[in-house]
C-alpha cells in the first residue's frame, strides 16, 4: 500500500543547532515533494518544493534533499530558533499529477 | 491581499441537517482543493477541482459534495452530516496542481453531535 511517513514523535532541539526532519514514502513515484509548516490551529503554509530530478534545494536557513532511490526526503533547518517550533509537513505530488498527498507532519520544538 | 477564504470558522451542528461551507479565493487559480486533518491521520484531501465544472474525488470523498460553477468559488457541502464528520477542514488553491505553493484557507472546525 501507499505510505508516507514522518517521525509522529516531537523533535526537540536546542536554540542554534540544526534541525532535520524525515519524510520517507513507499509505492509512490512523485513527480515533486513540497514542505510546507503548520501552527496550531491554522493552514499550511507552503516553504519549499523539489522536484524528482533535484537532489537539493535551499531557501535561506532551510535545505531540502530528495533520494529517489532512497525515497527519502530531508529536511533541514540551520541556526534554528524558538520561531520556528511548529508542525512540518511533507507532500507528494500524486494521482497522475492532479493530487497533494500529505504526511502526518512532524512536531517541532526549539528550545532557548 | 491574495488570500484564500473559509466560511464560518467555527460551525457546531446536529446529525443529518445539511450544511455548506463556503471556500473562495481571489488569485485566479483553477486548482481549488479540499481537506480534512485529524490527530495522527493528518491532512486528507476530500475533493479537488482542476478549473470551473471539473472536479474530482480525493481520498475520502464518502458524504460530501462539491461544485466549481464560478473560478473563485468552491463549496463543500454535507448533504447529511455525522458525527465522523467532525474534523478541521482546510481549503486550498494554486494556479495548477503542478505549481509550486497551495495556498490555504484559515481552516474551518466542524463538530457534528
Known amino acids: 500500500s501507499q505510505k508516507i511517513e514522518q517521525n509522529s514523535e516531537a523533535l526537540n532541539i536546542q536554540e542554534g543547532k540544526t534541525a532535520t526532519l524525515t519524510c520517507n514514502y513507499t509505492n509512490y513515484s512523485p513527480a515533486y515533494l513540497q514542505w510546507y509548516r503548520q501552527d496550531p490551529g491554522r493552514g499550511p503554509v507552503f516553504l519549499l518544493l523539489?522536484?524528482?530530478?533535484?537532489k537539493e534545494k535551499r531557501k535561506e536557513r532551510l535545505k531540502v534533499t530528495f533520494d529517489t532511490t532512497l525515497k527519502q526526503s530531508l529536511f533541514h533547518i540551520t541556526a534554528s530558533q524558538p520561531a520556528d517550533s511548529a508542525t512540518y509537513l511533507c507532500a507528494l505530488l500524486t494521482g497522475g499529477g492532479n493530487k497533494l498527498t500529505f504526511g502526518t507532519g512532524t512536531q517541532l520544538k526549539v528550545e532557548l | 491581499e491574495a488570500q484564500v477564504t473559509q466560511n464560518p470558522r467555527y460551525l457546531i451542528t446536529v446529525t443529518g441537517k445539511k450544511l455548506t461551507v463556503t471556500c473562495s479565493q481571489n488569485m485566479n487559480h483553477e486548482y481549488m482543493s479540499w481537506y480534512r486533518q485529524d490527530p495522527g491521520l493528518g491532512l486528507r484531501q476530500i475533493y479537488y477541482?482542476?478549473?470551473?465544472?471539473?472536479?474530482d474525488k480525493g481520498d475520502v470523498p464518502e458524504g460530501y459534495k462539491v461544485s466549481r460553477k464560478e473560478k473563485r468559488n468552491f463549496p463543500l457541502i454535507l448533504e447529511s452530516p455525522s458525527p465522523n464528520q467532525t474534523s478541521l477542514y482546510f481549503c486550498?488553491?494554486?494556479?495548477?496542481?503542478?505549481?509550486?505553493?497551495?495556498?490555504f484557507g484559515p481552516g474551518t472546525r466542524l463538530t457534528v453531535l
Open positions: 523539489i522536484r524528482e530530478n533535484e
Open positions: 486550498a488553491s494554486s494556479p495548477t496542481a503542478r505549481t509550486d505553493t497551495q495556498y
Open positions: 477541482s482542476m478549473n470551473v465544472e471539473v472536479t
